[in-house]
């Protein structure tokens, strides 16, 4: 409890009562599904656990007084067993990189042994999981003795977590599916029950980070392409949960009864605005998730940081401190990640993440992020006109505010961890001026969302020295 409100925690599945595994299979095969994921049980399950590993990152107040800080490699962490045996599993992984090295020659898109790789690690995944996971997590006792397996189902997202080897890419679905692959661990009890956060942190900072770290290394060795890019409008080629969870370990100290604060910063962490200045990102990205993603930008990319990451330099303007950024994350994750067809297309869905509906939820929303995709009839496709949703739209966990209910009996408006869609008033945007008018671009999958929360922004100067547009700003940061 937090001053009378529940936070909500990813249930586990009795482990004495049989459960009914279902091979997991694609179910968003049209814009208008994405409306309808909003509001199952995977979506609310998705987001339960991503609240949860978010709010372990929060600094937190000792009974002493003191804070407790939780930055990368720390020795205030303390690894379970099964973080300890995923860690194990990703250097497996590692190590099969050194076994397919990368094709010689020119190449303009990604690297064709990446393929092999690829292929090496399908056929070792069955044994990977054996070896890697708790016995008692793929041994879950099944109602179905001839059907699927607990091991069916994790292996559809283990196998999804790293990249296409069709397309030769890597992006925010593929690390969803990472984060579902952990949530099922999750889910069925494979992780030790501790004090709220605890286990938590351990999976952030012993298994994502390294995940992510591993994720970036086959990127560079295989030079995968971004995974539907939103190009410059993309707050990042490939990764996004790197920017929440990094946010959160510079926010303001929490107890455990507090809520989670929507502004302010813990003492004396780094200025948003060092995002841009590679001396101090290379400073903070041996001990910040935020930091690291943004260093690895700086590794494979060139040239003034608020030309090639606009919306990252917009962001970096936020006066108001790393929860008012961290709150803007969340609510950026639900739009351009788990709201855009492009990136939950191929999201399976089994028993453990279902697509049966949430109980609580409202009938699926129309909403922008269905527009320029695969539709069942004409009629139900979006026009241009509803670009910018109506207060009456998709009542996910970030559009509390608005008029009406919510999809998931835990979004309603200030409940633990939902921003408002305010949450970023009264902030000057950080952006270069000639920035053009994304309120007049046709709404689809590549299109910035234009939410109540999107209006105009007035316009800032560039820094010092540039020259040339910028062409976007955050839709969040004002």
């Known amino acids: 409890m937090t001053d009378g409100i529940p936070v909500r925690m990813l249930p586990i599945l009795d482990p004495s009562a049989g459960h009914s595994f279902v091979e ?7 814009g208008q599904d994405v409306s309808t994921f909003l509001t199952t049980k995977a979506y609310v399950d998705i987001m339960t656990f991503l609240l949860q590993l978010n709010r372990s990152l929060f600094p937190a107040k000792l009974p002493d007084g003191s804070v407790q800080t939780w930055p990368l490699n720390t020795d205030a962490v303390e690894f379970s067993a099964t973080v300890r045996q995923l860690q194990y599993l990703l250097s497996k992984l590692e190590g099969i990189v050194a076994e397919v ?39 879950t006792k099944s109602s179905d003795p001839e059907g699927p397996t607990a091991k069916v189902e994790l292996m559809a997202y283990f196998l999804g977590s790293w ?15 990472f984060l579902a692959f952990l949530a099922g661990i999750w889910k069925l009890n494979g992780f030790p029950k501790s004090s709220p956060g605890v286990e938590e942190r351990a999976i952030v ?12 290394s086959i990127i560079k060795t295989y030079t995968l392409e971004p995974a539907g890019s939103h190009g410059v409008w993309g707050l990042d080629d490939h990764s996004f949960i790197s920017y929440i969870f990094g946010s959160a370990q510079l926010s303001p100290a929490i107890s455990e009864t507090d809520r989670v604060p929507e502004e302010g910063s813990l003492p004396n962490a780094p200025d948003p605005g060092g995002v841009a200045k590679a001396n101090i990102v290379e400073k903070e990205r041996k001990g910040n998730l935020y930091f690291s993603a943004v260093g690895f930008i700086y590794d494979v990319k060139r040239g003034p940081f608020w030309e ?8 970096s303007g936020i006066r108001t401190g790393w929860a008012k950024i961290n709150k803007g994350m969340i609510k950026m994750y639900n739009a351009e990640v788990l709201s855009k067809f492009p990136v939950v297309q191929h999201f399976p869905f089994g028993s453990l993440f279902s697509w049966e509906r949430d109980p609580n939820a409202l009938p699926p929303p129309t909403s922008v992020h269905t ?46 961890g939902i921003p ?10 950080r952006v270069p001026p000639s920035v053009p008018d994304t309120s007049r671009l046709p709404p689809g999958p590549m299109a910035p969302t234009r939410a109540p929360w999107a209006k105009p922004q007035p316009e800032r100067q560039a820094p010092t020295g540039s020259s040339g547009d910028v062409p976007t700003k955050a839709p969040w940061a004002k």
Request: with cysteine; net charge neutral.
């Open 24 to 30: 997991p299979s694609k179910k968003i095969n049209e």
């Open 101 to 139: 090295p990368p094709d010689t020659g020119p190449r303009r898109f990604g690297n064709i042994s990446f393929r092999r790789w690829y292929e090496v690690v399908e056929k070792r995944a069955s044994d990977l999981l054996d070896e890697c996971l708790p016995s008692e997590v793929l041994q």
């Open 163 to 177: 990249g296409s080897p069709q397309r030769l890419d890597y992006g925010t679905g593929h690390e969803l599916s």
């Open 205 to 216: 900072l012993g298994v994502i980070e390294p995940y992510l770290e591993l994720v970036r």
């Open 308 to 315: 090639h990451s606009p919306m990252l330099y917009d962001i």
């Open 371 to 416: 527009a320029s995709v695969p539709q069942a009839r004409p009629k139900e496709a979006v026009s241009s006109s509803t670009a910018r949703m109506p207060e009456s739209g998709t009542k996910a966990p970030w559009a509390s505010g608005a008029a009406g209910g919510t999809a998931a009996p835990w979004a309603s408006a200030g409940r633990e």
């Open 420 to 429: 408002s869609p305010s949450v970023f008033s009264g902030n000057t945007p």
